[in-house]
């Protein structure tokens, strides 16, 4: 029988990782995830009985990775992430599926390990200077999902008639540079009801800034944060790689940059769906954006926005990837 392998030591992979076993599976391969232990909040080990019933639902098989060395074909990762515990094996063909803005640092690492390295579009790597023969353009599988908006709100209890701002949280790291009071204040101001989505690595102390409605990693498939904004009028957002998943669901963005580094995916935000902010901002001006935004169409904004950055939105990039990897390697 045919088979591929995904070599998951983080939970965060599984939103990369199923899309593609649906698919697979479709076509009779076989899907076996090879899983190990890290030393983070997202580890697979925290949540053995969630994979599990992702394994039952989904149809793939559980190893630990201890015997990954002599694993044969094909082997998807994310990023670096358990290529560490590979040797020299040509009977191994190793392919990179790249998270978020991970892959401006973590290329160098994997760049002449990897057979493929699969990037979200040729816009950013020519933009972010990493051309290279081995990559491969067809999208990311973590958007091969469909949601149904009433599901969601029944899922998380929200109501379905109120205008939702998602709030991606900023980094500890970040807190500082920003008054966070004043975004919350003029979110309720103007009748939002708050969404607030961080990282279990990252919680929420005061109860004032869960919001609403607080989640961290609530679902890791399909992941919470899609499905946030499946249901969301606008997000908020704090300089992260959430950009990318704003322009493909097609939710408008404010974005406050606080962060100490350059600006992920910055061309995303040069589109009329997006308002920029530092740190220092004016909360008057704030509460014009919130509105501008709510109350108009930017679907010919979102549209361009894929064709020149991304993909299109119809695309399918896990079944274009299982098609490459069948005709190559099955």
């Known amino acids: 029988m045919k088979q591929i392998n995904f070599v998951m030591r983080e939970m965060t992979s599984v939103r990369y990782y199923i899309p593609l076993v649906i698919e697979a599976s479709k076509r009779g391969i076989k899907c076996n995830f090879l899983v190990g232990k890290c030393g983070k909040y997202n580890s697979p080990h925290l949540y053995k009985d969630v994979l599990e019933e992702y394994a039952k639902e989904y149809n793939f098989s ?12 094909v082997l998807f990762f994310v990023e670096c992430t358990g ?24 290329n160098k690492i994997y760049k002449d390990k990897a057979n493929h390295i ?6 950013f790597v020519d933009f972010y200077d990493l051309n290279s023969e081995k990559n491969l353009f067809f999208g990311t599988p ?53 969404l607030v989505k ?45 950009i990318k998943e704003c322009a493909m669901m097609g939710v408008p963005v404010i974005d406050f940059y606080i962060k100490p580094f350059r600006k992920l995916f910055a061309p995303l935000y040069e589109y009329d769906y997006a308002r920029n902010y530092t740190g220092e901002f004016n909360i008057e001006d704030f509460g ?12 010919n904004e979102f549209n361009k926005a894929r064709k020149e950055c991304l993909y299109d939105k119809d ?4 079944k274009n990837l299982i098609d490459f990897i069948e005709k190559e390697y099955l």
């Open 83 to 106: 290529l560490e515990l590979l040797e020299p094996n040509d009977k191994q063909i190793k392919i990179i599926l790249t998270y978020s803005g991970d892959f401006i640092e973590q």
């Open 142 to 194: 973590k958007f091969d999902v469909e949601l149904s908006a009433n599901k969601v709100l029944e899922k998380y209890s929200l109501n379905k008639d109120s205008k939702k701002a998602l709030v991606i949280y900023p980094r500890t790291r970040d807190l500082g540079r920003i008054d966070l009071r004043d975004i919350y204040d003029s979110l309720i101001k103007h009748n939002f009801e708050i």
């Open 198 to 242: 961080t990282r279990g690595k990252d919680p929420v102390r005061k109860d004032f800034y869960k919001g609403d409605h607080y989640f961290e990693d609530t679902c890791w498939f399909p992941h919470t944060t899609i499905e946030l904004m499946k249901v969301s009028d606008v997000v908020i957002n704090f300089g992260s790689g959430a």
């Open 288 to 299: 014009e954006s919130l509105e501008y935004l709510t109350n108009n169409d930017f679907s």
């Open 62 to 73: 559980i190893e630990d990775t201890s015997n990954i060395k002599n694993v044969e074909g």
């Open 118 to 123: 699969c990037m979200i579009s040729k816009y």
């Open 315 to 318: 695309y399918n990039s896990s």
